[in-house]
């Protein structure tokens, strides 16, 4: 069974640093892109940082020099490093990627770790 995995989440105080990671697992050919997303309570979805195979990053503007993510090809692990947390940045994140599963590629998604910054 394929499947993301989270951890890393928590509660912080406004400055604050928190590492999330996240881990595939199951009978997975290639992965190809990986990101972070996040949702807050009464808002849509929205992508926080990607990184592809290749190591080409994307970051939201509001994180962008505060947020680094990162992957482990071999292993096929990615993480988000959360430096100078703030109240903005609280919300559930999502692990996603889009994985080579048979013979097809397909979007799948982590279940989610809650991040909350508050003092």
């Known amino acids: 069974q394929v499947q993301l995995v989270e951890s890393g989440g928590g509660l912080v105080q406004p400055g604050g640093s928190l590492r999330l990671s996240c881990a595939a697992s199951?009978?997975?050919?290639?992965?190809?892109?990986m990101g972070w997303y996040r949702q807050a309570p009464g808002k849509q979805r929205e992508l926080v940082a990607s990184?592809?195979?290749?190591?080409?990053?994307n970051y939201k503007d509001s994180v962008k020099g505060r947020f680094t993510i990162s992957r482990d090809n071999a292993k096929k692990t990615m993480s988000l490093q959360m430096n100078s947390l703030n109240a903005e940045d609280t919300a559930v994140y999502y692990c996603?990627?889009?994985?080579?599963?048979?013979?097809?590629?397909?979007?799948?998604w982590g279940q989610g770790t809650q991040v909350s910054v508050s003092s």
């Open positions: 199951g009978t997975i050919s290639s992965v190809n892109v």
């Open positions: 990184v592809t195979g290749g190591g080409s990053t």
């Open positions: 996603n990627a889009r994985l080579w599963v048979g013979r097809d590629w397909v979007n799948y």
